[in-house]
């Protein structure tokens, strides 16, 4: 994406800021849906996430051990400027509470710590030092899509993706498998293609299959990097999300040796182990001082307030709290949301990866694609949207198979049974719409790419579809499935496309996102919004008129 | 320095890493220092740090407030993500608080606020989205040093110098006087040069000369900036210092009209005004949205965890508490501390900038250099932290006159005092240097730039000293200046300089961090400690022993 041009551009950015601002994910699409409108009491119509991976089941947990006095805590210390790898005291607290939540067979040291606001930042800053621009990571996709612009917008580093297939069962009838061979077929492809490959990022327990690895594997996996000389960077991020007593996850730092320890670098942070994603904490441990001291220079840009690093501190050095009031707790909540969802999902007949973990299933609507594409996908997504309901399509996780979801359960009860309502108001009418396409049509992908995207304006470059620097595969010889993957690449789009929105034509390959970062740019600028009201839209099309107007508040915001 | 090679290079990180990595300053290794070894009452000769720019007078005020109930406050949507540009009830309060104390004529609005983990972040952030790699970004120098690496790590954006002589003086006698012919002329400069110029940062109050600039002053600033169609970023972060109730600061939100309030963009944040560096917090103010949506891309990078920002927003709104009880206590220590540091200083018969407002002033050290050179001071500064006292000298802060040091008064009268002592004892060593020239020798600039390194070793590319990078108008007439500024850049350096160290042989160009860095490297992959013991040194050269001893301590952390 950097320093690709744009019409839409802003003459007070530079290509790269242009190109910043017009990115723009599914993931981050939906969840603007849902800050825009939230649900709640007094909002019965607000939009329900199950789209966004929090933990909402802990507050009252959460509240309880937060305010306590011990929270309260200034000293000057904390005040003054600090360690850029964060305060010892926490890096102190962080490795001793690594040590005993991942059964690390060695203390584990504080030197070997790094914290900073998140795990985003983590990505970011070692892209930026073990990567230069333009060099990739290996990554088996599915996988968190947002990723994807934590090494890229900075550091401009691509993920280079692994493609599982669902039909990838193991013995063990494990969908999307992954195994060696795959990374190395993927590693196989980089080579051919002249990327240079320089880490591999492995999530485990998974986003968004939440499934666990074995050691057996991981260490499988750390030997093929061992054996290519790249980096793995290991997310552990819902390590301690595990809601079922008789699974177990192994951390990597559970091994009893790593196979190339000065390329192993194991990332955690708070937000999903302990329901806070609004508390910027993401820590690294590697045993890689380079790396430390080369992440600690760019600590100025992701430091975290004293207290707060004094309150976290706090929190993980009270393994009472955490293992006896806190954990226990949590895993019984998560456990019976995860039942209430996957009952629910079996009484709709709509299967799921069965999992342990995480906050959210991985689950299977081929069979309400009303063709099996990704186009088909997006307006599913775009249906669930329609019906105040946020979920997690594929292809925002670079999916290969059309049709698979994320929804995430760890949320009330009532809030679950809301958004299964209207799950199901969608698909029943995205069934009817089966034999009626006037509304959120869709034209074959086949079609689509030999057409320009307004069928009223003459064939530009700007209608084509491109996605060569999100995708390094993009080149590789499955090339409709890019194709249909890349259809949220927003560089592409020109003005012109926004009368799509008033006329409702069809554009398969249009998205909510685009559509907003497109209606601010026309309302700020132009007329537009004169000449085109909710209400003459609604005029001609009645049935838009509550998406029209969602999609203007955002816009106006 | 981005694509530079050194043979000191990881083999774990990219290029661009290893340049990251070796990135180090005078200010952060004189923190460094000072960090490794803290005065204080059970550590009587631990280091005095007069370098960094905090205010350690309020803590007791702080304390008070901050540990009032209203700032345990826990509720969701604290612990859930929130909107990248800062919770909408934090920028309320921003632009609240800076209508109020920047007197805005109109009420400014929370949607033109955006806030971020620091200044440092927004630096970086808006270098990203204004300028493409390789631009630059205008600013007079002396200048606060951190912003080189600020808009350089990550975004691989130049800073462009408008270099002010001290000889600068105006009608009122003011030295290193910004000028718009200054600015104009740096301007043709870059042009000449090839340089891109997309904005000028302007620090008001200054950073280091503690200089307010008048609101025509800044509006003349502010319409060269238009007239070259350049953006003005403003940095205000010691706008509420002004500890002289006879002068008065004038923000440019207080002027009744900006001259391109599209490139207009005022930045602010808590660590100085509210002494507290360690709150990692900085707010930008601009009116232009599609910089506001750009910056909110990059906004996952530099996050405040929720609890931390209801804190903050708890205390700007506390008007109260600001103004009555903080604001005017604050500035009656600034001004006593002040007071003393002057008095001190013209006791010594040490010229320095008068001034009214931040933590620090700007002094005159010319007449101790044994001659005028950056080598000279940086040997100066060199034997003030050898004296466990740190100061910031010139070429900390791209100063072009040699001999100038930023002495910060904002600490305990007691600190103030033995830091003065031992300034005292290092001039005084320095004065009997003179005539014994064994010790922290120096060359002159002129002999050194033909001279390889190490005069054992051969000549080698790594000897010569170049700064293409980190200073564009290194190409200008003025080379020889140029040289002397760039001393330290570390990534010239290779390991056969290590010898320095032990035989303390000539090196004008060797400064303390890089040999910090040099020696962590060889403290870990050589036999190099076992060979060099400090004895060994010191049978050699008995004086040195104790800031090897010191150095070694910081290596081996």
């Not at 994807?148 to 993706?161: A, G, I, R």
């Not at 840009?301 to 501190?313: K, L, P, R, Y």
């Not at 089966?434 to 320009?452: C, H, L, Q, Y």
């Not at 620097?469 to 789009?493: G, H, I, W």
Request: charged share 25%; with cysteine; net charge negative.
């Amino acid at each position: 994406m950097l320093g690709a041009k744009s019409p839409e551009a802003s003459v007070y950015l530079s290509n790269r800021g242009n190109s910043i601002r017009q990115q723009q994910g599914i993931l981050q699409a939906g969840f603007a849906h849902y800050g825009a409108n939230r649900y709640d009491i007094d909002n019965p119509n607000g939009v329900i996430n199950l789209g966004t991976s929090e933990n909402k089941l802990c507050y009252d947990l959460l509240h309880k051990r937060l305010t306590r006095s011990d929270m309260l805590h200034v000293d000057p210390a904390l005040l003054q400027y600090g360690d850029w790898r964060g305060h010892t005291f926490l890096r102190e607290a962080v490795a001793e509470f690594l040590t005993h939540y991942c059964h690390s067979p060695k203390l584990l040291k504080a030197d070997n710590v790094v914290v900073m606001n998140g795990c985003s930042a983590l990505f970011s800053c070692i892209a930026a030092v073990i990567c230069d621009p333009k060099d990739a990571i290996l990554i088996p996709s599915p996988f968190y899509g947002a990723i994807t612009e934590d090494v890229q917008l900075y550091s401009d580093v691509k993920l280079f993706h692994a493609p599982l297939e669902s039909e990838d069962g193991n013995e063990d009838g494990r969908l999307f498998h992954l195994t060696v061979s795959k990374l190395e077929e993927a590693m196989q492809r980089a080579k051919q293609e002249g990327v240079n490959i320089r880490a591999i990022i492995l999530v485990n327990p998974h986003n968004p299959l939440a499934e666990i690895y074995t050691p057996n594997e991981m260490l499988s996996f750390l030997q093929f990097a061992k054996r290519n000389e790249i980096h793995a960077i290991i997310d552990e991020v819902y390590m301690l999300t595990v809601f079922d007593e008789s699974v177990t996850f192994h951390s990597v730092l559970s091994l009893e040796s790593l196979p190339d320890p000065q390329r192993t670098h194991i990332m955690w942070g708070l937000s999903k182990d302990f329901a806070m994603a609004g508390n910027r904490i993401g820590t690294l441990y590697t045993e890689n001082q380079d790396l430390v001291e080369a992440l600690t220079k760019l600590g100025s840009f992701h430091g975290v307030t004293g207290t707060s690093q004094h309150q976290v501190a706090q929190l993980l050095q009270d393994r009472e709290w955490i293992s006896k009031e806190f954990l226990p707790e949590n895993r019984r909540r998560l456990k019976a949301a995860h039942r209430y969802l996957t009952d629910e999902l079996q009484t709709m007949d709509i299967h799921y990866l069965d999992s342990s973990a995480t906050l959210y299933v991985w689950a299977d609507f081929r069979k309400f694609l009303r063709s099996p594409s990704f186009e088909e996908e997006l307006y599913m997504w775009r249906c669930f949207l329609k019906h105040n309901v946020v979920l997690s399509c594929g292809q925002a996780f670079s999916c290969c198979t059309p049709g698979w979801f994320r929804i995430v359960f760890a949320d009330q009860q009532d809030h679950l049974q809301l958004g299964l309502k209207r799950i199901r108001e969608a698909l029943k009418e995205i069934k009817e719409s089966s034999t009626n396409r006037d509304f959120f049509i869709v034209k074959e992908a086949s079609e689509e790419s030999e057409r320009p995207v307004n069928e009223d304006s003459a064939p530009s470059d700007n209608a084509t579809i491109e996605n060569s620097t999100s995708s390094p595969q993009s080149k590789s010889s499955d090339q409709l499935k890019e194709k249909a993957c890349s259809v949220l690449d927003t560089s592409s789009l020109g003005p012109d496309e926004l009368v799509l929105l008033d006329c409702q034509a069809a554009k398969p390959a249009e998205s909510l996102d685009t559509l907003i970062g497109t209606l601010k740019h026309q309302i700020r600028s132009s007329d537009w919004l004169e000449k085109n009201t909710p209400e003459r839209s609604a005029g001609e099309d009645p049935e838009i008129l509550d998406v029209f107007q969602t999609l203007l508040a955002q816009a106006r915001k």
